[in-house]
Every structure is written in C-alpha cells, then in structure tokens.
C-alpha cells in the first residue's frame, strides 16, 4: 500500500515516509499491552461494581431481617412471647427464601475476589454480605 501512495516520491522521501511510517508502527505495537492490560482492569472494575450494585438490595434485606430479629421484648406475658416467636419464625422463612441467592452471591464475590488487580472496596462488599448473611441465622440458632 506505501509503494502505490509514494510511487511518485522520490527515493529520500520514500524512504523518510517509510521510516516515519515504521516507527508509528512499532509505537502502536508497543502500546498494545498496556491497552490490553486496561482493557482487563475495565472489565473487572466493571463486574465489581456490577456487583455491589447487585448486592445491595440483599444487604439491606439482611439488615432489616437484623433489626426486626434483634428487637428486645419484654418476655413478661405470653403474649409477648408469641409475638417474639411469630417474628423469628418470619425472619427465618425469609431466610430461607434468600438462601440460593444469598449463597450465590457470596461465591461470585470469592470468584471476584481471587483475580489479584482486584480494588479494594471489593473484599467489603463481599465481608458485608458474608456477615450479613451469617450474623442472623447465628442469632436464630441461639434464640
């Protein structure tokens, strides 16, 4: 493609178009790692963000499961005991029913969390679900 376009060039010109041409060139060649490499960090700092954004709504459900759970009532009449009882029994239905999702996104978050460019505010997101998750089926237990 140089040949035609420099055809009617004279030979020092070609030559000087040609080298220009050649080092043009290999700076691209040598940028093409450094591109590469950012691509990579896009694409992961995408999915972590992607995933503290699909994260959230789990987060604050666990937070309100922990709110309604940890409640204090005076256990003084049976009528107070049954309502303690009918909340930790809805707690752990709810539970349950997170459970797949939950479990799901804590194992995508491990995944996330072994590539070694990861950011940081990653490994919170994946403690907070963790806890999350396990703090109030600690508490369920022991009630």
């Known amino acids: 493609m140089g040949e035609i376009l420099m055809a009617e060039r004279a030979k020092d010109q070609k030559k000087t178009e040609g080298d220009k041409l050649e080092a043009l060139i290999l700076k691209h060649e040598e940028?093409?790692?450094?591109?590469?490499?950012?691509?990579?960090?896009?694409?992961?700092?995408?999915k972590c963000y992607a995933y503290g954004d699909e994260l959230k709504p789990h987060v604050e459900f666990l937070d309100g499961i922990m709110l309604s759970s940890t409640r204090e009532i005076a256990p003084s009449c049976v009528e107070n005991v049954d309502e303690l009882i009918e909340r930790q029994?809805?707690?752990?239905?709810?539970?349950?029913?997170?459970?797949?999702?939950?479990?799901?996104l804590i194992g995508k978050g491990k995944v996330i969390l072994e590539h070694p460019d990861k950011p940081k505010f990653l490994e919170g997101n994946v403690k907070r679900i963790e806890e999350g998750w396990m703090i109030p089926r600690r508490r369920h237990r022991k009630d």
């Open 31 to 46: 940028l093409i790692p450094s591109v590469q490499k950012t691509s990579v960090m896009v694409d992961l700092y995408w």
């Open 89 to 104: 029994e809805k707690s752990l239905s709810q539970l349950d029913s997170k459970r797949n999702v939950v479990v799901d």
